[in-house]
C-alpha cells in the first residue's frame, strides 16, 4: 500500500469514527467523556486532537448543521444508517467551520461510508455535500435567533428569559474555545519561578489581574508535558473554580468540608491556602471519581480524608463534629461549563433541571446541619441558571432562620444574592457562588 492510499484510509477512518462518536453522544445518551478516549486510541496525538475538534464542533454547532440537513435531505436516515446522518454533518461542519480543504471534505467524508459499512448511501453523501457548496448555505443568513445561538430550544428559551440583553452574547461565549488556566501550586514553587520555566521552555501565557496562583496558557497543548508537572508545580483549574478557595477563606485550626469534591481541584486549592488545617475532609458519592481526587493530591503533595457517601445522608456518614467550613459545590445543570463541554447541551434536558433543583435543596439543608454556629458555607454551581443559583438561596434564606448572607460584594441582597460569573467574563467559566454564615 503507498503512503498515499495510507493516508486516505486514516483519513476515512477519522471521519468514520468521529461520526461513530457523535452517533454515541447523540442517538445513544453517552458522554464524550465516555466515548471519546476509547475512539481515540491507537490515534497519534495529532489526530485525536483533531478527533476532539471535529466531535465538540459538530457539538457546537449542530442546530445550524441539522438546519442545513433539513434542507438538503428528503426524508431521515434511520436504523442502522443513522450514523450517516452524523458523517454529513460533520462533512457540513468541515466546508462551513474548519480550515479542512474542500477537496479533503468531500472525498474523504464520502469515503467513510465504506468504514462505516454504508456504502450504498456513497451517493447521497457525495450529492449532499456538493449541493452544500453549490447553494453555498453557509454564506446564506439563518434567520432563527434560536439555530443561530447554538443552543438546544429549550435553554435558549431559559437563558433568553434570565439574560434577555444579553443572549447574543452569552450564546457566542459558550460556543467558544475556552482557554487553559493554571493554579500554581504555591506550596512547591512560586509564581515567578513557574512563569520563568515556562518561557524557558518557549510556553506563552497570560496572568489574570483577579488571581494571584493563575497562569492561562495561549495555546493548547499537553499539561504532562509542562514544566514541574511530576513535582506538582501545578494544577489544570478555571479562573472561575480557583476562587472557591478564596471566597471559602479556610483558617488555621479550622475543619473543612468539601461536599460533591471530585475530582479534587478545590479541595487541593483550600489545602494549598492554608496548610495549617485541622482537617480537610473530601466527601462524594462517586468512589471511582474519588480516586481521582487521591491522584490528585498525591500528585501535589497534599493530604486530605476522603469519604464515598451521598451527601443527603448525613446519618450514613457524618461523625457528629461539626464543620467551621463547609463548600458545597453542588450538582447541577453544568450550563456554565458547556464551552468546555459542548455534549452538555444534547445530554441534559429541560426536565432535569427541577429533579436537580430539588437534590440541591436536599444537600444544602443536610449540610446545614453538620455547620457549627458561627460557620461559613460557601454554596457554589457551574451554572447559569438562576432557579439554581440566586433563587435557590434566596428561598433557603426565606426559609433558614439561622441562616443569613455573607455578602461577597455590596451589590448582593439577600433576593438577589451571590456571584454570577457567566462564561466569558474575565476569560472564566460560568459559575455562581454565594457565601451564607450560620448564627
Known sequence: MSNNESNAKSSKTLRADAANCLFQILEQGKSSRECLPSIQAGYSDKDKAWLQEMVFGVLRQLPILQHWLRALLDKPLRNKHKV???LIMLGFYQLAFSRVS????????????????????????????????????????????????????????????????????????????????????QLQTCSEDFQKALLEKGISFQLSDSHD???????????????????????????????????????????????????????????????????????DVDEKRLERVQENLERLKLSAT????????????????YYDRIL?????????????????????????????????????????????????????????????NQQQIANFLKQQPDASLLAMDSSETSSSPGRQILPGEQQMDGFYYARLLKS
Request: net charge negative; aromatic share 6%.
Open 213 to 283: 496562583d493563575a497562569i492561562v496558557l495561549e495555546k493548547s497543548l499537553d499539561i504532562t508535558t509542562l514544566p514541574g508537572y511530576d513535582d506538582g508545580w501545578f494544577a489544570v483549574q478555571d479562573g472561575a473554580a480557583q476562587l472557591a478557595a478564596k471566597y471559602l477563606d479556610a483558617q488555621a485550626n479550622e475543619r473543612i468540608l468539601d461536599c460533591c469534591a471530585a475530582p479534587g481541584g478545590k479541595t487541593c486549592h483550600i489545602l494549598e491556602r492554608q496548610p495549617q488545617l485541622k482537617e480537610c475532609i473530601a466527601l
Open 84 to 86: 450517516v446522518e452524523h
Open 328 to 388: 458545597l459545590d453542588a450538582p447541577c445543570s453544568a450550563t456554565g461549563v458547556i464551552r468546555r463541554h459542548p455534549d452538555i447541551k444534547w445530554l441534559r434536558k429541560s426536565a432535569d433541571i427541577d429533579v436537580l433543583v430539588e437534590l440541591q435543596q436536599r444537600i444544602l439543608s443536610n449540610m446545614w446541619k453538620t455547620l457549627k454556629p458561627g460557620g461559613t458555607m460557601l454554596y457554589a454551581t457551574c451554572s447559569i441558571l438562576p432557579c439554581e
Open 102 to 185: 474542500t477537496h479533503a471534505a468531500v472525498s474523504e467524508t464520502v469515503a467513510a461510508t465504506r468504514v462505516l459499512k454504508a456504502e450504498p448511501l456513497k451517493g447521497l453523501v457525495n450529492a449532499l455535500l456538493r449541493n452544500f457548496l453549490r447553494q453555498s448555505l453557509a454564506d446564506t443568513p439563518i434567520e432563527d435567533p434560536q439555530v443561530k445561538s447554538g443552543l438546544p430550544k429549550w435553554l435558549f428559551k431559559r437563558l433568553s428569559k434570565a439574560y434577555p440583553s444579553q443572549i447574543d452574547q452569552l450564546s457566542d461565549a459558550m460556543n467558544q474555545r475556552p482557554p487553559i488556566w493554571l493554579r500554581v501550586n
Open 306 to 321: 476522603l469519604i464515598a457517601a451521598d451527601a443527603s445522608d448525613i446519618e450514613n456518614w457524618w461523625d457528629g463534629e
